[in-house]
T-cell receptor
């Protein structure tokens, strides 16, 4: 079983929609969870991270962790075309990323 | 803001040739990484480097690959004898530490093997 599973999409939504991106993980020792964003032809960049369970909000972005079900979510409110990118989850900042979910927000 | 720089941005080479991809990590960072991304596929971990030695490598990082930090600023990835399937985007990353310290990525070198 892979340590990180992520639906690669692609996911296409209209501008203004709420987007939910999800990962599952298998290693219960993971304690913090990073989300990276990768624009086309660019390297990934850290978007946000959460430590342990609960929610963390940063502007239009909310990261949520449910350790009991080993489920990580990233919510994007009022999505914008500039949010179009691939989103990668990285539990414990593990060097091995999930497949990433490719998101397109259509104007 | 300091950034990771990679050169060249695009490298074309013939099968069987050796290539060296170069990276200048952020100056006070201690951990260095190489990743590969084949077109349309996921970002794949190749190798991590700390304290002048490889700390971890993936199954992709076979004997054809090597890394080096020849001086205080550069970090290189060498592919000894390139194959067609080595064609990919190669990303260098660095971080000040492990844990919640983010990986800072360069913009990559696109390697095309013909």
């Amino acid at each position: 079983q892979k340590e990180v599973e992520q639906d690669p999409g692609p996911l296409s939504v209209p501008e203004g929609a709420i987007v939910s991106l999800n990962c599952t993980y298998s290693n219960s020792a993971f304690q913090y969870f990073m989300w990276y964003r990768q624009y086309s032809r660019k390297g990934p960049e850290l978007l946000m991270y959460t430590y342990s369970s609960g929610n963390k909000e940063d502007g239009r972005f909310t990261a949520q962790v449910d350790k009991s079900s080993k489920y990580i979510s990233l919510f994007i409110r009022d999505s914008q075309p500039s949010d179009s990118a691939t989103y990668l989850c990285a539990p414990n900042n593990d060097m091995r990323f999930g497949a990433g979910t490719r998101l397109t927000v259509k104007p | 803001e300091p950034e990771v720089t990679q050169t060249p941005s695009h490298q074309v080479t013939q099968m069987g040739q050796e290539v060296i991809l170069r990276c200048v990590p952020i100056s006070n960072h201690l951990y260095f990484y190489w990743y590969r991304q084949i077109l349309g596929q996921k970002v794949e971990f190749l190798v991590s480097f700390y304290n002048n030695e490889i700390s971890e490598k993936s199954e992709i990082f076979d004997d054809q690959f090597s890394v080096e930090r020849p001086d205080g600023s550069n970090f290189t990835l060498k592919i000894r004898s390139t194959k067609l399937e080595d064609s990919a985007m190669y990303f260098c990353a660095s971080s000040p530490g492990t844990g919640v310290d983010a990986l800072h990525f360069g913009n990559g070198t696109r390697l095309t093997v013909t």
